[in-house]
Protein backbone atom coordinates (compact mmCIF):
# COMPACT_ATOMS: atom_id res chain seq x y z
CA UNK A 1 0.00 0.00 0.00
CA UNK A 2 1.44 3.03 -0.92
CA UNK A 3 1.77 6.08 1.87
CA UNK A 4 -0.60 9.18 1.59
CA UNK A 5 0.49 11.57 -0.93
CA UNK A 6 2.37 14.97 0.74
CA UNK A 7 -0.62 17.98 1.55
CA UNK A 8 -3.05 15.81 0.68
CA UNK A 9 -6.11 14.19 3.11
CA UNK A 10 -6.78 10.22 2.19
CA UNK A 11 -10.53 9.54 2.25
CA UNK A 12 -12.76 8.77 4.96
CA UNK A 13 -14.60 6.15 2.76
CA UNK A 14 -12.55 3.37 0.81
CA UNK A 15 -10.84 3.99 -2.30
CA UNK A 16 -11.59 1.15 -4.07
CA UNK A 17 -13.17 1.43 -8.00
CA UNK A 18 -16.62 1.40 -8.41
CA UNK A 19 -18.17 -1.52 -8.84
CA UNK A 20 -19.00 -2.82 -12.90
CA UNK A 21 -22.64 -1.35 -12.52
CA UNK A 22 -21.55 1.78 -11.61
CA UNK A 23 -18.65 1.83 -14.40
CA UNK A 24 -20.82 1.12 -16.75
CA UNK A 25 -23.69 3.60 -16.19
CA UNK A 26 -20.74 6.14 -16.23
CA UNK A 27 -19.52 4.96 -19.36
CA UNK A 28 -23.30 5.49 -20.64
CA UNK A 29 -23.90 8.63 -19.73
CA UNK A 30 -20.59 9.81 -20.97
CA UNK A 31 -21.91 8.85 -24.62
CA UNK A 32 -25.08 10.66 -23.87
CA UNK A 33 -25.94 13.64 -24.43
CA UNK A 34 -26.00 15.33 -21.00
CA UNK A 35 -26.62 18.78 -21.46
CA UNK A 36 -30.02 17.85 -23.23
CA UNK A 37 -31.15 15.44 -20.58
CA UNK A 38 -30.27 17.71 -17.75
CA UNK A 39 -32.02 21.16 -19.30
CA UNK A 40 -35.14 18.12 -19.30
CA UNK A 41 -34.76 17.26 -15.86
CA UNK A 42 -34.52 21.32 -15.39
CA UNK A 43 -37.76 21.89 -16.96
CA UNK A 44 -39.63 19.06 -14.79
CA UNK A 45 -38.27 20.59 -11.51
CA UNK A 46 -39.41 23.93 -12.88
CA UNK A 47 -42.97 22.88 -13.04
CA UNK A 48 -45.59 24.45 -11.06
CA UNK A 49 -47.02 22.80 -7.76
CA UNK A 50 -50.70 23.86 -7.20
CA UNK A 51 -50.13 25.34 -3.44
CA UNK A 52 -53.06 22.49 -2.56
CA UNK A 53 -50.27 20.02 -3.24
CA UNK A 54 -47.10 21.55 -2.32
CA UNK A 55 -47.37 20.08 1.24
CA UNK A 56 -47.75 16.74 -0.10
CA UNK A 57 -45.44 16.81 -3.10
CA UNK A 58 -42.32 19.19 -1.87
CA UNK A 59 -42.69 17.45 1.62
CA UNK A 60 -42.39 14.42 0.10
CA UNK A 61 -39.35 15.45 -2.01
CA UNK A 62 -37.59 16.36 1.42
CA UNK A 63 -38.18 13.65 3.41
CA UNK A 64 -36.92 11.63 0.25
CA UNK A 65 -33.32 13.40 0.21
CA UNK A 66 -33.24 14.37 4.06
CA UNK A 67 -33.99 17.99 3.71
CA UNK A 68 -34.02 20.13 7.03
CA UNK A 69 -37.54 21.67 6.56
CA UNK A 70 -37.11 24.09 9.72
CA UNK A 71 -34.35 25.91 8.33
CA UNK A 72 -35.93 27.25 4.89
CA UNK A 73 -36.64 31.17 5.15
CA UNK A 74 -40.48 30.07 4.06
CA UNK A 75 -42.97 27.78 4.82
CA UNK A 76 -43.05 24.80 2.19
CA UNK A 77 -46.11 26.11 0.87
CA UNK A 78 -44.72 28.92 -0.40
CA UNK A 79 -42.48 27.61 -3.00
CA UNK A 80 -43.41 27.07 -6.17
CA UNK A 81 -41.50 24.25 -7.89
CA UNK A 82 -39.01 21.55 -6.88
CA UNK A 83 -36.43 24.09 -8.09
CA UNK A 84 -37.77 26.58 -6.24
CA UNK A 85 -37.60 24.65 -3.22
CA UNK A 86 -34.35 23.05 -3.63
CA UNK A 87 -32.53 26.89 -4.02
CA UNK A 88 -34.49 28.33 -0.99
CA UNK A 89 -32.51 30.18 1.35
CA UNK A 90 -31.78 30.00 4.90
CA UNK A 91 -33.91 31.42 7.63
CA UNK A 92 -32.49 34.20 9.37
CA UNK A 93 -29.52 33.43 11.74
CA UNK A 94 -29.66 29.61 10.55
CA UNK A 95 -25.96 30.00 9.95
CA UNK A 96 -23.41 31.86 11.78
CA UNK A 97 -19.92 33.79 10.40
CA UNK A 98 -17.05 34.88 11.99
CA UNK A 99 -16.64 38.48 10.49
CA UNK A 100 -12.90 37.84 10.39
CA UNK A 101 -10.45 39.36 7.93
CA UNK A 102 -8.36 36.85 9.66
CA UNK A 103 -10.11 33.83 8.57
CA UNK A 104 -11.47 31.92 5.38
CA UNK A 105 -14.86 30.13 5.50
CA UNK A 106 -16.72 27.63 4.39
CA UNK A 107 -18.55 29.06 0.97
CA UNK A 108 -21.40 26.06 1.16
CA UNK A 109 -23.07 23.14 3.34
CA UNK A 110 -21.68 20.30 2.26
CA UNK A 111 -19.18 16.86 2.42
CA UNK A 112 -15.57 17.63 2.80
CA UNK A 113 -14.31 15.64 -0.72
CA UNK A 114 -10.25 16.14 -1.17
CA UNK A 115 -7.98 19.05 0.47
CA UNK A 116 -4.55 20.18 0.64
CA UNK A 117 -1.64 21.66 -1.06
CA UNK A 118 -1.60 22.98 -5.03
CA UNK A 119 1.80 21.07 -5.73
CA UNK A 120 3.49 21.29 -8.81
CA UNK A 121 0.14 23.09 -10.04
CA UNK A 122 -1.50 20.00 -9.22
CA UNK A 123 -4.81 19.10 -7.16
CA UNK A 124 -5.45 15.53 -5.82
CA UNK A 125 -8.74 14.55 -7.27
CA UNK A 126 -8.91 10.77 -5.16
CA UNK A 127 -6.44 8.42 -4.51
CA UNK A 128 -4.22 8.03 -7.81
CA UNK A 129 -5.92 10.57 -9.63
CA UNK A 130 -5.01 14.17 -10.08
CA UNK A 131 -5.73 17.21 -12.05
CA UNK A 132 -3.91 20.72 -12.77
CA UNK A 133 -5.12 24.13 -11.46
CA UNK A 134 -4.94 25.51 -15.02
CA UNK A 135 -7.60 22.89 -16.54
CA UNK A 136 -9.80 23.87 -13.69
CA UNK A 137 -9.30 27.66 -13.93
CA UNK A 138 -9.26 27.48 -17.68
CA UNK A 139 -6.20 29.80 -17.49
CA UNK A 140 -2.41 28.90 -17.22
CA UNK A 141 -1.77 32.75 -15.76
CA UNK A 142 -4.69 32.10 -12.90
CA UNK A 143 -3.67 29.38 -11.57
CA UNK A 144 0.28 30.35 -11.69
CA UNK A 145 -1.09 32.47 -8.78
CA UNK A 146 -2.37 29.63 -6.41
CA UNK A 147 0.92 27.40 -6.32
CA UNK A 148 1.64 26.42 -2.77
CA UNK A 149 -1.08 27.78 -1.49
CA UNK A 150 -4.28 25.39 -0.18
CA UNK A 151 -7.54 23.55 -2.51
CA UNK A 152 -10.43 22.14 -0.55
CA UNK A 153 -13.62 20.18 -2.30
CA UNK A 154 -17.00 20.17 -0.90
CA UNK A 155 -20.02 18.40 -2.60
CA UNK A 156 -23.10 19.08 -1.99
CA UNK A 157 -25.56 16.47 -2.04
CA UNK A 158 -29.30 16.86 -2.55
CA UNK A 159 -30.53 17.30 0.58
CA UNK A 160 -28.15 20.36 1.03
CA UNK A 161 -28.64 24.12 0.74
CA UNK A 162 -27.43 24.50 -1.91
CA UNK A 163 -26.39 28.50 -2.34
CA UNK A 164 -23.21 29.57 -2.53
CA UNK A 165 -21.47 32.50 -0.48
CA UNK A 166 -18.43 34.61 -0.45
CA UNK A 167 -15.52 32.83 2.24
CA UNK A 168 -14.38 36.32 2.77
CA UNK A 169 -14.57 39.49 2.41
CA UNK A 170 -13.43 41.20 -0.71
CA UNK A 171 -13.95 42.13 -4.23
CA UNK A 172 -14.64 40.28 -7.56
CA UNK A 173 -12.52 41.71 -10.16
CA UNK A 174 -13.21 38.84 -12.63
CA UNK A 175 -15.15 35.49 -13.44
CA UNK A 176 -15.92 33.14 -15.98
CA UNK A 177 -18.01 30.67 -17.07
CA UNK A 178 -16.45 27.43 -18.89
CA UNK A 179 -18.09 25.05 -21.01
CA UNK A 180 -18.11 21.38 -20.67
CA UNK A 181 -19.85 18.16 -19.87
CA UNK A 182 -21.86 17.13 -17.03
CA UNK A 183 -20.59 14.10 -15.22
CA UNK A 184 -22.13 13.15 -12.34
CA UNK A 185 -19.77 14.52 -9.33
CA UNK A 186 -20.65 11.57 -6.63
CA UNK A 187 -18.25 9.01 -4.94
CA UNK A 188 -18.21 6.82 -8.22
CA UNK A 189 -17.39 9.60 -10.49
CA UNK A 190 -14.85 11.05 -8.64
CA UNK A 191 -13.27 7.80 -8.13
CA UNK A 192 -13.77 6.53 -11.54
CA UNK A 193 -13.44 9.66 -14.65
CA UNK A 194 -10.35 10.79 -14.95
CA UNK A 195 -10.05 15.18 -15.07
CA UNK A 196 -13.75 15.35 -13.75
CA UNK A 197 -13.93 18.64 -12.37
CA UNK A 198 -12.29 20.22 -15.07
CA UNK A 199 -14.32 18.41 -17.46
CA UNK A 200 -17.39 19.86 -16.45
CA UNK A 201 -19.13 22.75 -17.15
CA UNK A 202 -17.96 25.73 -14.35
CA UNK A 203 -18.32 29.01 -12.92
CA UNK A 204 -14.83 30.31 -11.78
CA UNK A 205 -15.38 33.53 -9.16
CA UNK A 206 -12.11 35.35 -8.12
CA UNK A 207 -12.18 37.13 -4.59
CA UNK A 208 -9.58 39.81 -3.90
CA UNK A 209 -9.21 39.69 -0.36
CA UNK A 210 -7.68 40.17 3.06
CA UNK A 211 -5.59 37.18 2.90
CA UNK A 212 -4.96 36.68 -1.18
CA UNK A 213 -6.42 35.90 -3.97
CA UNK A 214 -8.81 33.16 -3.54
CA UNK A 215 -11.24 31.08 -6.77
CA UNK A 216 -14.55 29.43 -5.99
CA UNK A 217 -15.49 27.16 -8.84
CA UNK A 218 -19.13 25.60 -9.28
CA UNK A 219 -18.55 22.96 -11.16
CA UNK A 220 -22.15 21.54 -12.78
CA UNK A 221 -22.87 17.89 -12.89
CA UNK A 222 -25.34 15.65 -14.27
CA UNK A 223 -29.29 16.48 -13.37
CA UNK A 224 -27.61 20.34 -11.96
CA UNK A 225 -25.89 22.05 -15.03
CA UNK A 226 -27.59 25.71 -14.08
CA UNK A 227 -25.53 27.72 -11.89
CA UNK A 228 -26.99 31.69 -11.49
CA UNK A 229 -24.82 34.33 -10.24
CA UNK A 230 -25.61 36.53 -7.60
CA UNK A 231 -22.67 39.17 -8.48
CA UNK A 232 -23.78 39.52 -12.08
CA UNK A 233 -27.60 39.25 -12.45
CA UNK A 234 -27.23 40.48 -15.63
CA UNK A 235 -24.90 37.02 -16.73
CA UNK A 236 -27.82 35.05 -16.82
CA UNK A 237 -29.78 34.08 -19.89
CA UNK A 238 -33.29 32.43 -19.69
CA UNK A 239 -33.79 30.47 -16.57
CA UNK A 240 -31.54 32.87 -14.37
CA UNK A 241 -28.84 30.67 -15.30
CA UNK A 242 -25.47 31.47 -16.70
CA UNK A 243 -24.19 27.76 -17.43
CA UNK A 244 -26.20 25.09 -18.96
CA UNK A 245 -27.92 26.83 -21.70
CA UNK A 246 -26.93 25.23 -25.38
CA UNK A 247 -24.94 26.68 -27.59
CA UNK A 248 -23.13 28.86 -25.38
CA UNK A 249 -19.51 29.67 -25.90
CA UNK A 250 -17.39 30.44 -22.86
CA UNK A 251 -17.23 33.94 -21.47
CA UNK A 252 -14.79 35.94 -19.18
CA UNK A 253 -16.15 39.26 -17.64
CA UNK A 254 -14.19 41.43 -15.91
CA UNK A 255 -15.46 44.27 -13.49
CA UNK A 256 -14.12 47.65 -13.05
CA UNK A 257 -14.42 48.80 -10.63
CA UNK A 258 -14.44 45.62 -8.78
CA UNK A 259 -17.75 44.10 -7.19
CA UNK A 260 -17.39 44.27 -3.56
CA UNK A 261 -18.73 41.27 -1.53
CA UNK A 262 -18.48 40.52 2.21
CA UNK A 263 -18.03 37.60 3.74
CA UNK A 264 -21.42 35.37 4.11
CA UNK A 265 -22.70 37.26 1.22
CA UNK A 266 -24.27 35.19 -1.56
CA UNK A 267 -22.38 35.16 -4.91
CA UNK A 268 -23.92 31.85 -6.44
CA UNK A 269 -26.47 29.30 -6.62
CA UNK A 270 -26.56 25.78 -8.26
CA UNK A 271 -30.26 24.31 -9.35
CA UNK A 272 -30.18 20.46 -8.14
CA UNK A 273 -26.60 20.60 -6.68
CA UNK A 274 -23.34 19.61 -7.62
CA UNK A 275 -19.26 20.21 -6.10
CA UNK A 276 -17.50 23.75 -5.30
CA UNK A 277 -13.71 23.47 -5.52
CA UNK A 278 -12.00 26.25 -3.99
CA UNK A 279 -8.07 27.79 -4.08
CA UNK A 280 -6.32 30.12 -2.31
CA UNK A 281 -2.98 31.59 -2.47
CA UNK A 282 0.00 30.54 -0.16
CA UNK A 283 -0.26 31.87 3.44
CA UNK A 284 -3.24 31.06 5.21
CA UNK A 285 -3.45 27.41 7.13
CA UNK A 286 -6.06 25.20 6.14
CA UNK A 287 -7.88 23.84 9.54
CA UNK A 288 -10.52 21.62 7.26
CA UNK A 289 -12.03 18.32 8.46
CA UNK A 290 -11.16 14.86 7.23
CA UNK A 291 -12.34 14.33 3.71
CA UNK A 292 -15.94 12.43 4.57
CA UNK A 293 -16.69 14.92 7.25
CA UNK A 294 -19.92 17.21 7.23
CA UNK A 295 -19.24 21.19 7.07
CA UNK A 296 -21.24 23.84 7.69
CA UNK A 297 -21.90 27.13 5.88
CA UNK A 298 -19.47 29.71 7.82
CA UNK A 299 -17.94 27.30 9.28
CA UNK A 300 -13.88 28.81 9.29
CA UNK A 301 -11.57 26.44 7.09
CA UNK A 302 -8.47 28.69 6.55
CA UNK A 303 -6.79 31.07 8.97
CA UNK A 304 -4.13 33.94 8.75
CA UNK A 305 -2.42 37.06 8.89
CA UNK A 306 -4.65 39.36 6.67
CA UNK A 307 -2.59 41.22 4.42
CA UNK A 308 -1.43 44.99 4.36
CA UNK A 309 -2.61 47.03 1.05
Known amino acids: MTAPEPGAHVP ?15 ALLQRLPQATLSRALGRIADTPVPRPLRRSV ?31 RLRAGAREWPNDDA ?17 DGTLVQAKGRHYTASALLDSE ?3 ARFDGGSFLTIYLSPRHYH ?12 ASHVPGALLPVNEAGVLHIPDLFPRNERVVC ?6 GRAAVVAVGAYNVGRISTAFDDDWAGPGGSVANRGAVAGETRR ?24 LFERGPRLDAPAPGSAVRLGEVLLRGMPRII
Not at 12 to 26: C, D, K, M, N, Y
Not at 163 to 174: D, K, L, Q
Open 103 to 119: TVASPVDGIMGQHGTVR
Open 58 to 88: LGTFARTVGIDTGEAELPIEEYGSINAFFVR
Open 206 to 211: MIDGPL
Open 255 to 278: YDPPRVVKQGEEIMAFHLGSTIVA
Open 12 to 26: AVSPELPGLHWRATL
Open 141 to 143: EDA
Open 163 to 174: RIHAPCSGSIPV
